[in-house]
């Protein structure tokens, strides 16, 4: 076990909760702005969110984005983030960012990675050289890049295997947590967090909780799941993981998610949420909106002179019509940074809707959650 | 419109200002001036947001219509006009025949239609429908319909072709321009064509300065048209000219 790590990084200030589920509305200070919670955080794995420059995303509410230590540890590299001074710099954010680990490319680029108990061994597709991420070359990476939040290299498998590889990975990523927490160089201005790994059996996600608990980190995240497990298996781990996590410290829900997943799991008490839904279906021409999905390819936008969302004040809702977005989507590149700011902005705001403070969890379901009707028995 | 020289070189530069912008009130534009193009009525890469950081000032657009032209039938239901649909109405906007970025394929222009291409390919434009056209868009400036393809190069044939259609067009272009209350606040500017072709070019520049155009279109330049010999032609210190020059893509 560890020494106590100082927590002056990061101070989270439960404003309320609701008093029939979990979900509860916060206050996380980060060093570099506050973020309200639940939040939404979109992904720009290579330091960027395609097509959107830092100043199109700090107008469209986002308060907090992600990189992916992977690709930024191939190109540009620590080197270069420590002779610049970090990521905010380097691109021009003030707001906050959090680097992934490099785990989930353990499953995503699982064909060109080999894992061993000291770390994972990736082959780059683009000039053959070998990198191997241990937790400490994982940590080292995004010390330089210099995230307000940064997460422990886990070893990750796809939700939908099972069998002994899950209890390992489970084990290895324990033991991972303490070689991070000990390589972890800045923890004044960077907050380190565990995640709670398991794969879908109770029984090793409790083991991993109380484990992980015991460890003195700012937060913790449930990751190894939205991997196309079935939903079911999902918010049992989901509210498992919550029912046992500290309410004192941020919870974050890795890989999730659509509209629906964000409204249960706040619900389930998940504080922080990010995924590439939003921005990667803008690109192929969907915009999101209260009742769903948009497809602005249909032919039924070709005389829609309405804007995507009547209730949405992004730029792109405030000055186009769906009519206009027919005749470009996935025909120029405007119209994927168009349909990206709105895909943004409506996803950060509706993830903040579900704050309680003044009108109730169940009032929010009535009025942006539209025609859900969830029952979950758990 | 109105086109105010403010001073000539002696080798024939000139600084001019453009101002009366109809819908545009009191706003001006100086001369020689740039246009932006656009690709399907986008900057390419570049949304509004980001244009504007390039200049305090509204720019002029330019606005091919091949890729607009499938939206014809929209925009007369939209009936607010192209500047409105594409959030570009503070700026002036020109809309021409083809895009200058593309050479388009040769032998497709007839006596009664020009051929432009879309999306979906071919189509083919009288000047029933370029006006009606014009009348949907209401365009600051626009092109009247012409025949630029001028054949091959010293094709005396079809470059006088294309300079007798063009001014055919033209003059059905005028007429139409004239009886139209949606289009009182736009431009029509007449195209010099003949190709490669010094008398052709010449016939062109003559007889389209006789008629009653806001201004005028060099067409065809990257098939070597003589530009010393049509500028002068055109009525000098009263008309700017617009330089339309198609680029090879290859």
Known sequence: ?378 | MKFSLRSVSQRGGRLATISELGRHGDKTVTTPMCLVFTQAGTIPHLTNDMVQKLGKHAYPVHLPLPLLLESHEILQKYSNGIGDFLALKHHLLYLSVQDSTIRPPEGFNEKSFVSLWGRSGRLNVDVDKFMSVQEAFKPDWYQALCDSDAGKVGSRKRAHKSVERTLAYLDRCLEKHKESEVLRHSCIFGSIEGGSVAEERELSAKETAKRPVAGFVLEGLDTNGPLDSVLPLCENGKKEIIQSILVDSK
């Open chain 1, 1 to 378: 076990m560890s020494a106590p790590v100082n927590h002056s990084a990061l101070t989270l200030k439960v404003l309320a909760e609701c008093s029939v589920t979990k979900a509860r509305a916060c206050q996380l200070s980060l060093p570099h702005s506050v973020v309200d919670t639940p939040v939404f955080m979109p992904v720009g794995t290579q330091g960027s969110l395609k097509g959107i420059t830092p100043e199109q995303l700090e107008n469209s509410g986002c308060q907090i984005m992600l990189g992916n230590t992977y690709h930024l540890g191939s190109n540009p590299g620590a080197e270069l983030f420590d002779k610049v001074g970090g990521l905010h710099k380097f691109m021009g954010w003030k707001r906050n960012l959090l680097t992934d680990s490099g785990g989930f490319q353990m499953v995503s680029l699982v064909a060109l990675s080999e894992v061993t108990e000291e770390g994972v061994r990736f082959s780059n597709p683009y000039d053959a050289k070998d990198m191997l991420l241990t937790p400490e070359k994982s940590i080292e990476i995004q010390n330089s890049i210099g995230a307000d939040i940064i997460m422990q290299l886990d070893d990750v498998v796809s939700s939908t295997i099972s069998g002994p590889r899950v209890e390992e990975a489970m084990g290895r990523s324990i033991r991972w947590l303490d070689r991070c927490i000990e390589a972890h160089k800045k923890t004044k201005t960077q907050n380190l967090f565990a995640i709670i790994q398991g794969g879908l059996d109770s029984r090793l996600r409790t083991i991993c909780l109380n484990e992980m608990s015991k460890r003195n980190v700012p937060g913790f995240a449930i990751g190894g799941l939205s991997g196309g497990e079935d939903k079911n298996d999902f918010w049992k781990m989901v509210t498992l993981s919550t029912d046992f996590l500290p309410k004192h410290k941020p919870r974050y829900l890795m890989g999730v998610g659509f509209p629906v997943d964000l409204v249960v799991c706040s619900a389930l008490g998940c504080d922080m949420f990010d995924c590439v839904y939003p921005t990667r279906t803008a690109r192929f021409g969907t915009a999101l909106i209260p009742t769903g999905k948009l497809d602005l390819k249909k032919k039924g936008c070709a005389e829609d002179f309405r804007p995507i969302d009547e209730n949405c004040s992004c730029s792109t809702c405030r000055q186009f019509t769906r009519a206009y977005l027919h005749t470009i989507v996935t025909k120029e590149t405007v119209a994927s940074i168009l349909l990206t700011i709105h895909n943004i902005q409506y996803q950060v705001f509706f993830c903040r809707l579900t704050v309680i403070d003044t009108c109730g969890f169940y009032l929010f379901l009535g009025t942006r959650g539209g025609n859900i009707n969830i029952i979950i028995i758990i």
